[in-house]
């Protein structure tokens, strides 16, 4: 599975922004995604990941309430709408896959998911 993350840019704080995770492979569907985060100087976070078909979601404290986690395994795409955008949200955001039939806390861990993409910078300006 390969991951193609895009979408990133510089946006003032309160703004908006929607990542993308484009899947090449063909079994895109059969993995749970999640979205990490790493900002300079600092450890990658979990943001959130989405269940295989979409309808199970979960997210970091830090960001609930303002990113929204999709998915359109039609396209292979998964998205990251980022909405109240803060400074703190400054960092590479990076998409990832994993094999799923686990609990949700399993999926909060980098080393959890087989497959990532590159990273896609956001820089929130206050």
């Known amino acids: 599975v390969q991951l193609q993350a895009s979408g990133g840019g510089l946006v003032q704080s309160g703004g908006s922004l929607r990542l993308s995770c484009a899947s090449s492979?063909?079994?895109?569907?059969?993995?749970?995604v999640g979205w990490f985060r790493q900002a300079p100087g600092k450890e990658r976070e979990f943001v959130a990941r989405?269940?295989?078909?979409?309808?199970?979601?979960d997210y970091a404290a830090s960001v609930k309430g303002r990113f929204t986690m999709s998915r359109d395994n039609a396209n292979n795409t998964v998205y990251l709408q980022m909405n109240s955008l803060k400074p703190e949200d400054t960092a590479a955001y990076y998409c990832?896959?994993?094999?799923?039939?686990?609990?949700?806390?399993?999926?909060?861990?980098?080393?959890?998911?087989?497959?990532w993409g590159q990273g896609t910078e956001v820089t929130v300006s206050s």
């Open positions: 990832a896959a994993a094999t799923t039939g686990y609990s949700w806390s399993f999926y909060t861990h980098s080393a959890s998911y087989q497959y």
């Open positions: 989405v269940g295989r078909s979409g309808g199970s979601t």
């Open positions: 492979g063909r079994t895109f569907g059969g993995y749970t």
